[in-house]
């Protein structure tokens, strides 16, 4: 018989990061980034998850989640995943929900792991030893020396693809992405993405004149919303330009739905989004039937241990403000070299811990002492 752990205890909690300086892409500028953890005990171990979003989130889990879990066996994830998507139908399982469901998703596969005393890609079974990895940063308010700096930084660094942002502008956009490609010089491919920020019209323009400077990536070119739009821009951009979206995937529906159009060369995913680490393996399985290759999004020390066990991946983003936080905030957050991340030993779970008196000062909820 399987062995069963109660879960004890739920708690959540938010800390606001400032940025390194202001950042912005096509469509939004920010100067903070929110981190929301999540602590799942059972069994003597205590599980850790978190994502990327709002105190909104970490209050959802605790007032709506929480209870749904309490007393279940916190070894048994695909049932608990069911029971918490059940449980916000009438809250709407997207935005919010779908990511207070992420966040306590990877705590129960941390405290899975822990329990069993395996890495999470031992008990999935790895499909590979080392994840490509991807510079992503040129923010759209970097001046171009702070662009440049960045991306050369990920070059020496040994990265073999660079990604920047940029706007619907492509007057404006020309010469930036001009000089992040002479920035990225022959060793590195360069991406770019516009977060939904063009019309079609506008993302077809960009995608012309990217193809023609050597970019061979363009993400969100127009809003994921757009499903026809993404299949138009796909259809006619010119061939060496890959078009991918997926990001803002919070279920597997969505992803069926692009891919089922048509609409994307690549398939994106993150595990902070799209109902956990549960949801990211169904985005997998979806990206294997129909044989388009997975890329993961953001969030890379979240990623990395379930990323060693995908079919259909191909790399995953090194997202600039996240691997900042998570260097700042995470017990042996991962490293990346020579264009891979590797685990730096077989810890279990996520191989992941909050340095807590590193993060109480961010602390945004709950308010109060610790």
Not at 56 to 62: E, K, V, Y
Not at 82 to 97: K, L, S
Not at 170 to 193: C, F, N, S
Not at 274 to 289: K, N, V, Y
Request: hydrophobic share 45%; with cysteine; charged share 20%.
């Amino acid at each position: 018989m399987s062995p069963e752990a109660p879960i004890t205890g739920v708690r959540t909690a938010a800390y606001r990061v400032p940025t390194d300086r202001p950042e912005g892409d096509g469509t939004l500028a920010w100067d903070a980034t929110v981190l929301v953890t999540c602590e799942i005990e059972a069994g003597g171990q205590t599980g850790f998850g978190y994502v990327y979003a709002d105190s909104a989130t970490a209050l959802f889990a605790s007032d709506v989640l929480a209870g749904v879990l309490q007393g279940r066996d916190g070894l048994a994830t695909a049932a608990r995943w069911r029971e918490m998507v059940d449980a916000v139908r009438n809250h709407g399982r997207q935005g919010v929900a779908a990511m207070a469901i992420s966040l306590c998703d990877a705590a129960l596969h941390d405290l899975r792991g822990k329990y069993l005393g395996a890495s999470l890609s031992t008990l999935l079974g790895r499909r590979r030893e080392a994840v490509p990895v991807y510079g992503s940063g040129g923010f759209t308010t970097y001046a171009p020396s702070e662009m440049d700096a960045q991306i050369e930084g990920w070059v020496d660094a040994g990265f073999h693809a660079v990604k920047i942002k940029v706007t619907s502008d492509l007057a404006a956009e020309a010469p930036r992405i001009a000089r992040a490609r002479r920035a990225a010089g022959d060793g590195a491919a360069l991406m770019i993405d516009a977060n939904g920020a063009c019309s079609r019209k506008q993302a077809l323009k960009m995608a012309d004149f990217a193809a023609a400077s050597g970019v061979v990536w363009f993400e969100e070119p127009v809003s994921s919303d757009d499903v026809e739009g993404l299949r138009l821009v796909r259809d006619q951009a010119p061939a060496g330009v890959e078009l991918a979206a997926g990001e803002y995937g919070y279920d597997a529906f969505h992803f069926r739905r692009l891919l089922e159009a048509g609409a994307v060369d690549v398939l994106q995913a993150d595990a902070t989004r799209c109902c956990g680490i549960t949801g990211l393996l169904q985005a997998d399985a979806l990206a294997w039937a129909a044989t388009v290759p997975l890329s993961i999004h953001c969030a890379p020390a979240l990623h990395l241990q379930a990323a060693l066990c995908l079919q259909r991946l191909i790399h995953m983003e090194w997202f600039h403000d996240h691997v900042r936080i998570e260097d700042m905030l995470m017990e042996a957050p991962p490293v990346a070299r020579n264009g891979v991340a590797i685990p730096e030993d077989d810890r279990p779970g996520l191989g992941l811990a909050l340095k807590q008196a590193d993060a109480e000062p961010f602390r945004i909820w709950p308010r109060g002492p610790a």
